[in-house]
């Protein structure tokens, strides 16, 4: 079962009231978004994703909750289009970002190195690229590029070498097979800090989804589809995504650099937008649901 990360904080921070219009960039299997439709009695719910399972799970547990909600099947990078359609200006938008517990849960989907299956790890099971493509066809430079930039692995360059010599001889076929080349490929030492698979399979999930060009342009477009007041919360599981969220806070919230000093800032110039929260799990959340451990709440408002 998958339990939702900061979800009273997030519900909080999204300052709902009965009539307001929200996004959920990331349904998954509704844990956030049913929680939000029980407080928006005469609002509504847009609420996307791309998992067909996901989608099928979630509907159900929305219509307990309540039947003013709308599910958009596709990747939220197409928020602003979509919204545009709607012709829609919103009081709240949810990003809640990673795997779903579901997700990993499912050995067939191929995102756990923990278990045996076909590398996968499509968030869109229409998509053409899978991570069989990215570990056997990818060459040593740009398997170290995206080992070293999305995974921040310290030994990207000789598990790149490791992978590349494997297939050599061989094709490599499933997630167990792949995560033993990798474990191989570091010091000993460096395996006792727990798996050395963990940040290899989240880079190449990355690469797979695109994740973060998508999150970040998902994120600009979102702050256009706010209502004065309107928030944005954001909850992350690695830094690069936090990076990403709390520069983008950062340019529209900041009088530019070169104005600061300024007596009397220009209107033109005023900050838009003001950071509200930066907020961590506690710790009874931790022990409770260890994939809380790395997240990160950031919230804004528009002014």
């Given at each position: 079962?998958?339990?939702s990360?900061?979800?009273e904080?997030s519900?909080?921070y999204l300052?709902?009231?009965e009539?307001?219009?929200i996004?959920?960039?990331t349904?998954?299997?509704g844990?956030?978004?049913?929680?939000?439709?029980?407080k928006i009695?005469?609002?509504?719910?847009?609420?996307?994703?791309q998992d067909d399972q996901?989608i099928?799970n979630?509907?159900?547990?929305l219509e307990e909750?309540?039947?003013n909600?709308e599910?958009?099947?596709?990747n939220f990078?197409?928020i602003?289009?979509?919204?545009n359609?709607?012709?829609?200006?919103?009081n709240?938008?949810l990003?809640?970002?990673?795997?779903s517990?579901p997700?990993l849960d499912?050995?067939?989907?191929g995102?756990?190195f923990?278990?045996?299956?076909?590398?996968?790890m499509?968030m869109n099971?229409n998509d053409q690229?899978?991570?069989?493509e990215?570990?056997?066809?990818?060459?040593?430079e740009?398997?170290t590029?995206i080992?070293y930039?999305y995974?921040?692995?310290k030994?990207?360059?000789s598990?790149?070498?490791a992978?590349?010599k494997?297939?050599?001889?061989?094709r490599?076929v499933?997630t167990?097979?792949?995560?033993e080349?990798i474990?191989?490929?570091?010091?000993?030492?460096?395996?006792?800090?727990?798996h050395p698979a963990?940040?290899?399979?989240?880079?190449?999930?990355?690469e797979?989804?695109n994740?973060?060009?998508v999150?970040?342009t998902a994120?600009k477009d979102?702050l256009?589809?706010?209502k004065?007041?309107g928030?944005i919360?954001v909850?992350?599981?690695h830094?690069l995504?936090?990076?990403?969220?709390?520069?983008i806070?950062?340019?529209?919230?900041?009088v530019p650099k070169?104005?600061a000093?300024?007596p009397?800032?220009?209107?033109?110039?005023?900050?838009?937008f003001?950071?509200v929260?930066n907020?961590?799990?506690c710790?009874?959340?931790?022990l409770?649901?260890?994939?809380a451990?790395s997240?990160?709440?950031?919230?804004?408002?528009k002014?």
């Open positions: 079962m998958h339990t990360v900061l979800l904080e519900i909080r300052n709902l009231q009539d307001s219009i996004i959920d960039c349904l998954g299997y844990g956030h978004s049913s929680q939000i439709l029980k009695p005469k609002g509504f719910l847009y609420a996307f994703d996901a099928k979630a509907k159900k547990r909750a309540g039947f909600f599910i958009i099947k596709t990078k197409n602003k289009e979509e919204m359609k709607r012709k829609v200006k919103v709240g938008i990003f809640d970002l990673g795997v517990s997700q499912e050995a067939e989907r995102f756990s923990h278990k045996d299956a076909a590398l996968d499509r099971q690229l899978k991570a069989d990215v570990v056997n066809n990818y060459s040593y740009k398997l590029k080992f930039r995974g921040e692995e030994y990207a360059s598990i790149a070498e992978i590349v494997y297939r050599e001889n061989k490599i499933t167990l097979e792949l995560a080349i474990k191989n490929s570091v010091p000993e030492k460096y395996r006792k800090k727990g963990r940040k290899v399979f989240q880079a190449i999930r990355i797979v989804n994740e973060l060009e999150f970040e994120l979102a256009d589809l706010l004065p007041k928030r919360c909850i992350t599981f830094s995504e936090d990076r990403i969220c709390k520069q806070f950062n340019e529209v919230s900041k070169e104005l000093k300024l009397i800032i220009p209107e033109a110039y005023q900050p838009k003001k950071v929260a907020i961590v799990p710790e009874e959340e931790i409770q649901n260890p994939r451990r997240a990160r709440l950031r919230v804004i408002e002014m």
